[in-house]
């Protein structure tokens, strides 16, 4: 149980133009998300939390007009990079808030994203 | 702003030995994961601990919470070359929304 999933894997696309990554919870329900950017040999690094039905929380110094996310239902947040540019190019990684007795983040496995 | 310290960042060891991470806190954790991610692919949890003074072992690894809820070991013993890999701690805060701060990572590589 518990799987999170991604699309697409990895994607090239040229400067300028946008990308939309997707991220499903396959089996479970879950109204909070979290999206993380992760550059070479470096930890994961917070971009902002999705919550289903709302406007999504950016962290600071993540601009919100260049990385559009939207929560639309209980099972799938997505990410739009937009007008895309080589520092961009990372690998993005989401998440899924599973409630019980505990909360636990269950990871995608991620986007490659190069920008050329 | 909380933070968490990890150590070491890198590991190089022969198969056979044993291992500790360590991730610390200045705060106190309402609970803390350790996650496991090899290249190119998303963190796999290993577990999670909620309780100060917690153990839970998972075959040949030992997680240990500490008392006060700042501190964190993950103990390997016997590494074998399957254990290569990048191990993240992470920690969430009471009043943190759920969101999860990251350790900087130990990189873990075991040689046969």
């Known amino acids: 149980g518990a799987v999170v999933s991604q699309h697409p894997s990895w994607v090239i696309c040229k400067s300028g133009t946008s990308v939309k990554i997707e991220c499903r919870s396959l089996?479970?329900?879950?109204?909070?998300m979290f999206w993380y950017r992760q550059f070479p040999k470096q930890s994961l690094m917070l971009m902002a939390t999705?919550?289903?039905?709302?406007?999504?929380?950016?962290e600071q110094g993540v601009e919100k007009d260049k990385f559009l996310i939207n929560h639309a239902s209980l099972t799938l947040s997505t990410l739009t990079v937009t007008s895309a540019h080589p520092e961009d190019s990372s690998f993005y990684i989401c998440?899924?808030?599973?409630?019980?007795?505990?909360?636990?983040?269950?990871f995608g496995p991620g986007t490659r994203l190069t920008v050329l | 702003t909380q933070l968490l310290e990890q150590s070491p960042q890198f590991l190089s060891i022969q198969e056979g030995e044993n291992l500790t991470v360590y991730c610390n806190s200045s705060?106190?954790?309402?609970?803390l994961q350790w996650y496991r991610q090899e290249p190119g692919e998303g963190p796999v949890l290993l577990v999670t601990?909620?309780?100060?003074?917690e153990v839970k072992k998972l075959k040949r690894l030992t997680f240990q919470f500490g008392d006060a809820r700042k501190d964190s070991s993950l103990h390997i013993t016997a590494a074998q070359p399957g254990d290569t890999g990048l191990y993240l701690c992470?920690?969430?805060?009471?009043?943190?929304?759920?969101?999860?701060?990251f350790g900087a990572g130990t990189r873990l590589a075991v040689h046969p």
């Open positions: 998440s899924a808030l599973l409630g019980g007795l505990w909360d636990t983040q269950y």
């Open positions: 089996d479970f329900q879950a109204t909070t």
């Open positions: 999705s919550n289903e039905g709302s406007k999504a929380t950016y």
């Open positions: 705060s106190v954790f309402s609970s």
């Open positions: 601990v909620v309780t100060g003074g």
């Open positions: 992470a920690g969430m805060f009471s009043g943190g929304y759920n969101k999860l701060i």
